[in-house]
């Protein structure tokens, strides 16, 4: 231990010092009523699903009124079904989400360009990707490319080439999620004041050099918040892919309800599932922003 500490150089043991120090300081809640809201909302959620499914103290009894009985155990029994569903789930979540955060950089540059084709094309993506429902999307990338591809590639060279449903999945989620996230970057970039872009170019910056010093940097901290939204939706857009045959968290859902008959116990644990994986990513976000002092203001 002496040994590795002595290894590290001043530079280093400075950095790891202030990235504690950041940590121990991070504080989840930006203000005392935010803590007291957040206490009293899933505070009152928990004590009522305490109340009923521990104490049975609701005003009347479900299993008697319609003739239900609860088996939650069944979800016990068949958990390694969904726990396999969070895993394809969170591999497409997390796929997507790269590429069309490169899909959205790009395209909210190419929005707010002077070059007019790059400026055409990144309107003619938005406009058609975000305007075709995610479901027609996905067929297409899954039933739609595969003809294609058995018109001009495995029929002419006699070849036979399959497209994975979790690759059209992928591919079409990324192509919906990154035209709405071309739009959001570029309001960032246009909240820029234009007397920072001249600026910058009287201090003899290049535009690839104000493009990635001043420009951006400031427009990605100020769309996190409606970036934010953009991340929770690919989760919950991943939801789709089971039309694709994908086993993913919603396919495993229905195939516990299948087997099971409990359809009301399967589908309440993949939706309590959803929200926890949601609420989750929601709360990286933030407490990344918080612990990096990435404070969203205005640009002006």
């Known amino acids: 231990m002496a040994a590795g500490e002595a290894s590290m150089s001043g530079e280093d043991r400075g950095w790891v010092s202030a990235a504690m120090a950041k940590v121990s300081r991070w504080q989840p809640f930006e203000s005392p009523r935010e803590r007291k809201a957040f206490l009293l909302t899933w505070g009152s959620i928990a004590a009522f699903v305490v109340w009923y499914f521990a104490f049975?103290?609701?005003p009347f009894n479900f299993e008697t009124e319609f003739d239900y009985q609860w088996r939650w155990h069944v979800i016990w029994d068949y958990r390694g079904y969904l726990v396999t569903g969070v895993g394809v789930t969170?591999?497409?979540?997390?796929?997507?989400?790269?590429?069309?955060?490169?899909l959205g950089v790009f395209c909210g540059i190419g929005r707010t360009?002077?070059?007019?084709w790059i400026r055409v094309l990144s309107t003619c993506y938005v406009e058609i990707f975000r305007n075709i429902p995610l479901l027609v999307q996905m067929w297409w990338a899954y039933f739609g490319l595969q003809?294609?591809?058995?018109?001009?590639v495995n029929e002419p060279l006699g070849i036979l080439i399959l497209i994975p449903s979790i690759f059209a999945c992928i591919l079409g989620l990324s192509l919906y999620t990154g035209a709405y996230m071309g739009e959001v970057i570029r309001s960032g970039i246009r909240s820029i004041p234009k007397g920072q872009w001249e600026a910058s170019y009287s201090t003899g910056l290049s535009r690839y050099q104000t493009w990635r010093h001043i420009i951006l940097p400031q427009a990605l901290v100020i769309v996190i918040p409606p970036m934010s939204s953009q991340v929770v939706n690919i989760i919950k857009n991943s939801a789709?892919?089971?039309?694709?045959?994908?086993?993913?968290?919603?396919f495993y859902s229905q195939k516990i309800e299948e087997e099971t008959f409990a359809?009301?116990?399967?589908?309440?644990?993949?939706t309590l599932i959803f929200l926890l994986l949601t609420l989750m990513t929601v709360g990286v976000i933030y407490g990344?922003?918080?612990?990096?002092n990435l404070k969203v203001r205005s640009a002006t």
């Open 288 to 292: 990344g922003q918080r612990m990096l």
């Open 263 to 270: 359809g009301f116990e399967a589908y309440t644990s993949g």
């Open 147 to 152: 003809e294609l591809l058995n018109v001009f």
């Open 240 to 250: 789709v892919a089971m039309t694709i045959a994908i086993t993913d968290l919603m």
């Open 90 to 102: 969170m591999y497409i979540f997390a796929w997507s989400l790269v590429i069309s955060l490169i």
């Open 56 to 58: 049975n103290l609701w």
């Open 113 to 116: 360009t002077e070059i007019r």
